[in-house]
């Protein structure tokens, strides 16, 4: 079960690495995410955000992975 386990929050991790960046480049070609005078809006700081905390996660997730390998 601990294998299992492991292997369910590397696949979240992968998951999260692939899929959020490839979001973002579409949030930050979006208009909404410049103003007139081209500076970030609060729509890309929010995504920006979201981007960090899914990596934050992501790494967190592969640190528990390997704890759990290792107990």
Known sequence: MTVFAAIVLFVAAVFNVVTWPRFF???AKDAR?????G??????SVH???LLIAFAIALAAVVAGVLLLLA
Do not use: E, I, N
């Open 48 to 50: 920006l955000v979201l």
């Open 25 to 27: 480049q579409r949030v």
């Open 33 to 37: 995410a410049r103003d007139a005078a």
């Open 39 to 44: 500076k970030p809006t609060t729509f890309y």
